[in-house]
């Protein structure tokens, strides 16, 4: 386990040692060392005040009511900050997120008897014997024990824990997705019951812990958690609604309700982007807002796709998502039921990529193969899709025809028409290249100047 540790934080902890102070590594760290998994952040535990801490680390910085100090250090050539954290304890949580009152603990086995989950609750410190480090645990709540059991459990009451911080509601779910642990009787059933409580958290926090679970190995198995939990109903309330919402037609693959459909096509979404896998588990949300019947009385959802648009666009804002990746979620869904067929025209391909836009064409792809597979069929792609991927790779190259690429410019229809700078200019360049993108041979400056008088005068 030695190995594990950096060298450049085994220096960390030298420090304090060699200053008379307690310190240990603490939390999720430890948990991934016992585990021999990859470990993304390094916490410590210590019994130094903040302004100790800072004293050994000049660079260091505080600016925080909970005992933390930010260490920049560069651990293995990559820059990060590493967490030290006085010892505490908590009083009162009005809020279910922060405690009222924290105070400066006295004994690491105190400051474990805070923290959410057995598995999170294991010290580890380093000891010389013979001039080589060795390393010790301190597990006072067995999680160690349960690391083996591939169990989650909370540390002490359940209930107490999740009233305390509602967001471990959601961590227990992503914690046991991540790692593919099993969350314990007793704290599954204080996740159903206190899962309303999870609305006291804010909607930044909310969204970080469901992209960390869509980002996972199982975000399927992540998503089931959430509905069975009743988490869902208050983060993603309009998945909910494609619960029996049927979709069976004669002669279609379309047999699960659109939930079921939904949730299965992020299962198969061949993406690791957990924006693609929001977009791919949202792309049918507007499906029951729109069902109807044709003539037949067979199920029908028209438009679908520009109501699942404005939904989702409602849910990324109130996850607070950056207007980028808004955009980019919203544009996969209202764009999703991009046709196929092998008779289209090369400038119907060429609208296809201005639409969707050239950075989200292999999202998209992978959007439609999650929603194939998804509604069970067996293959991923069919041949016309196949088909579909090679004319958009061939209108790629070298790059996508556009305004750029156009025989005339602003300066020429200014010019042509003797205005200034305005939006007519853009208007006239616009309906231009439109024009010249159904029909290539029309890009030359003869044409394109006889045309522009034409739209200006019409």
């Known amino acids: 386990m030695i190995k594990r540790i950096p060298k450049e934080l085994i220096e960390v902890y030298k420090k304090f040692t060699e200053n008379k102070l307690e310190i240990f590594f603490v939390g999720g760290c430890v948990r991934n060392l016992l585990m021999d998994i990859p470990i993304k952040d390094w916490d410590f535990a210590t019994n130094?005040?903040?302004?100790?801490?800072?004293?050994?680390?000049?660079?260091?910085?505080?600016?925080?009511?909970?005992?933390?100090?930010?260490?920049?250090?560069?651990?293995?050539?990559?820059?990060?900050?590493?967490?030290?954290?006085?010892?505490?304890?908590?009083?009162?949580?009005?809020?279910?997120?922060?405690?009222?009152?924290?105070?400066?603990?006295?004994?690491?086995?105190?400051?474990?008897?805070?923290?959410?989950?057995?598995?999170?609750?294991?010290?580890?410190?380093?000891?010389?014997?013979?001039?080589?480090?060795?390393?010790?645990?301190?597990?006072?709540?067995?999680?160690?024990?349960?690391?083996e059991s591939k169990i989650i459990k909370a540390v002490g009451e359940p209930d107490k824990r999740f009233k305390e911080d509602a967001l471990r509601l959601l961590r227990a779910v992503r914690i046991a997705t991540e790692i593919s642990f099993t969350i314990e009787e007793k704290t599954w059933s204080a996740i159903t019951a206190d899962a309303k409580l999870i609305t006291h958290?804010?909607?930044?926090?909310?969204?970080?812990?469901?992209?960390?679970?869509?980002?996972?190995?199982?975000?399927?198995?992540?998503?089931?958690?959430?509905?069975?939990?009743?988490?869902?109903?208050?983060?993603?309330?309009?998945?909910?609604?494609?619960?029996?919402?049927?979709?069976?037609?004669?002669?279609?693959?379309?047999?699960?309700?659109?939930?079921?459909?939904?949730?299965?096509?992020?299962?198969?979404?061949?993406?690791?982007?957990?924006?693609?896998?929001?977009?791919?588990?949202?792309?049918?949300?507007?499906?029951?807002?729109?069902?109807g019947k044709d003539e037949q009385g067979l199920v029908t959802f028209y438009n679908h796709e520009v109501v699942g648009a404005r939904i989702v666009r409602n849910i990324c804002d109130r996850l607070k998502f950056s207007k980028k990746d808004r955009e980019r979620i919203v544009n996969l869904v209202r764009w999703h039921m991009f046709t196929v067929d092998e008779k289209i025209t090369d400038a119907a391909v060429r609208?296809?990529?201005?639409?969707?836009?050239?950075?989200?064409?292999?999202?998209?792809?992978?959007?439609?193969?999650?929603?194939?597979?998804?509604?069970?069929?067996?293959?991923?792609?069919?041949?016309?899709?196949?088909?579909?991927?090679?004319?958009?790779?061939?209108?790629?190259?070298?790059?996508?025809?556009?305004?750029?690429?156009?025989?005339?410019?602003?300066?020429?229809?200014?010019?042509?028409?003797?205005?200034k700078p305005c939006p007519k200019v853009g208007e006239i360049l616009q309906k231009l290249f439109e024009e010249v993108d159904e029909d290539l041979s029309k890009n030359n400056r003869e044409y394109l100047i006889k045309r522009m008088k034409e739209i200006s005068s019409s």
């Not at 792809?365 to 958009?392: H, N, V």
């Open 351 to 419: 609208r296809f990529i201005r639409r969707v836009g050239v950075e989200n064409v292999k999202d998209i792809m992978d959007l439609r193969i999650g929603d194939r597979l998804g509604g069970g069929t067996q293959t991923a792609e069919s041949w016309r899709l196949k088909l579909f991927k090679k004319r958009i790779e061939k209108q790629l190259q070298p790059k996508p025809f556009s305004v750029e690429d156009m025989a005339v410019d602003g300066n020429d229809v200014m010019r042509e028409l003797n205005i």
């Open 201 to 291: 958290i804010s909607a930044e926090r909310i969204r970080n812990e469901l992209l960390r679970i869509l980002s996972s190995d199982y975000p399927y198995d992540g998503v089931i958690l959430l509905r069975n939990s009743a988490l869902l109903d208050h983060i993603l309330p309009e998945l909910l609604e494609g619960v029996g919402v049927s979709q069976a037609r004669p002669g279609r693959h379309h047999t699960a309700d659109v939930f079921t459909h939904n949730v299965l096509s992020l299962k198969f979404c061949p993406s690791r982007d957990s924006i693609v896998r929001f977009a791919t588990l949202l792309h049918d949300a507007g499906k029951p807002r729109v069902i």
């Open 48 to 147: 130094a005040k903040p302004e100790d801490i800072l004293k050994l680390f000049p660079s260091g910085f505080y600016d925080n009511t909970f005992g933390t100090v930010g260490l920049p250090i560069k651990v293995e050539d990559k820059e990060q900050v590493v967490e030290v954290t006085t010892f505490r304890t908590e009083h009162g949580y009005g809020d279910k997120r922060r405690p009222d009152k924290v105070a400066w603990g006295k004994t690491i086995e105190e400051d474990l008897s805070r923290r959410d989950f057995t598995i999170n609750a294991i010290a580890l410190s380093l000891t010389t014997n013979d001039q080589r480090l060795t390393t010790n645990l301190i597990d006072p709540y067995k999680g160690k024990k349960d690391i």
